[in-house]
């Protein structure tokens, strides 16, 4: 592995200089600089600049247009006559408008010469969120590996996506090593090919977790509530009441999400006619549901769960009971013999048992007396049967007419065909079907010592499972034992410690280790068996089932240690074609045969040279995968040389010069591209395929696709990294700048779901194509029980925020983005409000307003606002009264002041800290005014709607490029713009016109089409 590597910075030619523009040229040092040095100069320049902001440091047109971005900020402020700040004097208009009319006239030159260029996107790491989401999105497992990484820089346009800020360092080198041995720890070798476990995979307890766990899960997805089957059956016996008088039951079935197989069989036994015993009951209760009804919508579900009751009642009662064979000298928890007792509740789950019925002419029963542990012999009835003797005594259900009793028995196993007593079992105890102890021992075979497991799901099978699911589980039991290797650790563990009991040692003692054989080969379990064989043929009291008992388990024994053996020989070629797939997949494109020879080579040098055990060098050449530049970079936006399938890209004709030659994006570039726009995250399968069936480029098959993803889960990554860096929150959730003890509703949950909020909203907004203005006006919002009740709004249910309308604004003051708590709280300093953090938030990442910083001394005010003698307004106007801060702060303390109607954590309050009454009245810039939240709103609607309009095209479209901005993007924007306007400010619209623009869909020619790659990989493996 490489031990050091150098920071990257690819040196990629930058744009060649337009030819002399002699006029502007001549403009900007006639006109221009003189104005400059004359009215700026004073404030703008020397070694503090006000605003860090030099202007006599630009000398030529070339420097104006490399960072025209500031100049803007020359022309909006000479345009608004706020340059110089008051109480200066501003230049005559004679002076300024010739510098207003040359800022111009290079914008309009630059947008004209430039546009359509893609700009210059340089090659980057994936930033950590997208580390995370593409881990998670490439293993099925949500690992969180970056926790402990650095904070990512964010570029000049707020977002940390993309290579003017994103760098490499050694440190960080060795933090992604790291995090790809975690992943690789976490691999799991099947039968097939590789998965990822949600734990690390290094111990047998580790892989018997992994299987047990989706086993059981799979066992818990399936639909084995006989109430929700009697439900179904009542909505379709009511299909033409309900609307839907054609439905069959198979439809009804899938549409409730139960068995089309075992539904039916339900429906015939509810409408069996000449029925006897729990049929008739059943019916009775059936027939005795209610129809339809408005008023009483929860009636037919409760009968339906009595209807259910009854039946695990009855079953209860007359499932089978069996006990281990007897063998003299053996003890009564044998493996062989305890496995036939096993077996035996298996494959009679669907079998009532007659016994449990009493004749009506029969005396009362009578409770026996068992001992402590009879279940393991047939002589004496089980244990459980003690602790249900007395309630089966008394269950007047079991009691049959004596004249008919075969037709009840037949009933009673009709009864038990349909309804199992057990569709499956996931806890076996020691004492098995005793439950009382050993409880949490999932799919135990219930040994004492030895952790084996047992398979019990035949009903399952056989009256749920549709081929499919057959198939599934049929699948998941035999990885188990392939991945956890239980049948050959059970049998190594019982040879050495129980199976001395074949020759008189007792039930806990082993057998020597053979001289010549490994315990699991096949002539060592045959020479055990054929022991157990003749001790069970010793004595003519043995119970005769003894012999088939033991045959069955070391047959079984044997034949699994078989399939293991065989399949883990077959498996090693699959797993490394697996291994290929998953690198194309980390990779984001197909590999070159030079690739793919790379890889397994390496793994055979792993092997070979190295002495690695096969899945070891499975988990190096995995962190091989991860450790590569094609993986940890973003780098297809250079080159595509490694697709081989690529046909070659011939450059494109746009409105771009000469000088920058551009070609469109190569198909899996520009599916990437596509997928860390809306996702953060790698391409899934079907953004491949497209890729590879390079149509991608289609404008239907790109917006087809491009909607397909925005209605997929994967875009919270974009709702949650777009957002968070636009509004910038995306720390909050670890934020811990709140004082608890002042504020104890505060909790982390409380915390978390303000985190949230924003979130759901814009996943909302980008998901249902709503208009972009809901940001500002929308009257509803998404809360979990803690915020609702935190802003008052009624109770919801569930944990995840989940959407409410905010009918009541005047009540609530909340709805849009504005007014939610993670903002309030995060521009609070902690005991008190800050108008001024607030107010600057709302105008520069919402309105997209550029504020200058404040000056390295700013005065402070109270921390706390209990003990401040004036309330926080008061203590502004103050300050205000300096010339100088009031430049500033005129722009955004009144946006502030409209939020004083919420405390430090975003509470609404009529009193302050100090209990003084708030006052939300402002006068905004322009003296416009306005009350409180709903006042903002009215301001922002009538005055500055188009300023958020313009904010949030930019920051959505220098999101989606990964880069800042440039005078190339202006004609860009006015048609976003035009086309937002025109479709009713839709999320989609901009989406449409950004990933169908000459930008996002083509990229500069800076290089020769193999220089780049080549550079950017030397630079990254240099030092090695």
Known sequence: MRKQVLAFLLAIPAIPAPGAVTSLDRQFDQTVRPFVTRYCAGCHSGQKPAGQFDLKAYTTLKMVTDDFPRWSLVLERLTANEMPPKPLPPPPAEASQPVIDWIRAVKAEEIKRYAGDPGLVLARRLNNAEYNYTIRDLTGQDMELTKEFPVDPANPAGFDNSGESLTMSPALLNKYLQAARDVADHMVLKSDGIDFASHPMLVETDRDKYCIQRIVDFYRRQPTDYADYFEAAWRYRYRTALGKPAETLPEVANESKLSPRYLPLVWQILHQKHAVGPVVKLRRMWFALPGPSAKQPDVVRAKCVAMRDFVVRIRRHTSMQFAAPVVEGLPAGSQPLLNWKLRQFASHRRDSDPNDLRNDTDPPAVIPVIPKYPGLHREAAPRWAALSAKDRAGDTDLVVPAAERRRYEAAFAQFASVFPDAFYITERGRYFPDDSEDKGRLLSAG???????????????????????????????????????????????????????????????????????????????????????????????????????????????????????????????????????????????????????????????????????????????????????????????????????????????????????????????????????????????????????????????????????????????????????????????????????????????????????????????????????????????????????????????????????????DRYHRGGLLPMAVFLTQNSPGLRTSPVKRGRWVVERVLGETIPPPPPVVPELPNDESKSDLPVRDLLAKHRENPVCSACHSRFDSFGLAFEGYGPIGDNRTKDLAGRPVDTRVTYPGDAQGTGFEGLQTFIREHRQNEFVDNFVRKLLAYALNRSLQLSDESLIDLMETRLRAEDYRFDSLVKTVVTSPQFLNKRISDSPTTLESRFRTRFTKGE
Request: hydrophobic share 40%; net charge negative; glycine share 4%.
């Open 447 to 809: 040994y004492h010592n030895t952790m084996g497991y047992f398979r019990d799901d035949t009903p399952l099978t056989e009256l749920i499972l549709d081929e499919n699911g057959q198939r599934e589980l049929n699948q998941l039991w035999d990885e188990f034992d392939f991945i956890s290797d239980f049948t050959a650790r059970t049998w190594v563990q019982y040879f050495l410690n129980q199976s001395g009991e074949v020759a008189g040692k007792g039930a806990e003692a082993g057998s020597p280790r053979p001289a010549n054989h490994a315990i699991t080969d096949e002539a060592v379990v045959m020479r055990l068996r054929d022991a157990y064989l003749a001790k069970a043929a010793a004595n003519p009291k043995n119970d005769p089932v003894a012999p088939t008992a033991i045959r069955d388990h070391f047959n079984r024994v044997n034949a699994t240690l078989r399939y293991v053996e065989k399949e883990r020989v077959a498996s090693e070629a699959k797993h490394l074609d697996a291994l290929l797939q998953f690198a194309e997949r980390a990779w984001r494109r197909p590999l070159t045969q030079a690739e793919r020879d790379d890889l397994v080579s390496y793994y055979h040098t792993l092997r070979e040279k190295n002495e690695l055990l096969h899945e070891d060098a499975m988990r190096g050449s995995i962190v091989s995968v991860l450790m590569s530049p094609d993986f940890l970079y973003r780098i297809d936006l250079l080159n595509e040389s490694a697709s081989a399938s690529a046909p070659p890209l011939q450059p494109v004709a746009v409105n771009a010069p000469t000088a920058v030659p551009v070609q469109p994006l190569p198909p899996y570039a520009l599916a990437s591209r596509l997928s860390y726009f809306l996702w953060s995250s790698m391409p899934d399968d079907e953004l491949m395929r497209h890729a590879a069936a390079g149509d991608l480029r289609k404008p239907d098959v790109l917006l087809a696709q491009t909607r397909r993803m925005l209605k997929d889960s994967r875009v919270r990554g974009f709702a949650t990294e777009f957002t968070g860096n636009w509004l910038e929150f995306r720390h909050f959730e670890t934020s811990n700048s709140v004082d608890r003890q002042r504020f104890p509703s505060f909790t982390n949950e409380l915390r978390e779901s303000m985190f949230q909020e924003p979130i759901r909203f814009v996943e909302h907004v980008a998901q249902n194509d709503v208009s972009i203005l809901d940001f500002l006006y929308g009257n509803y919002t998404f809360v979990n029980p803690a915020l609702a009740k935190h802003y008052g709004v009624p109770e919801v249910k569930g944990d995840a925020n989940t959407w409410v309308r905010l009918d009541d604004a």
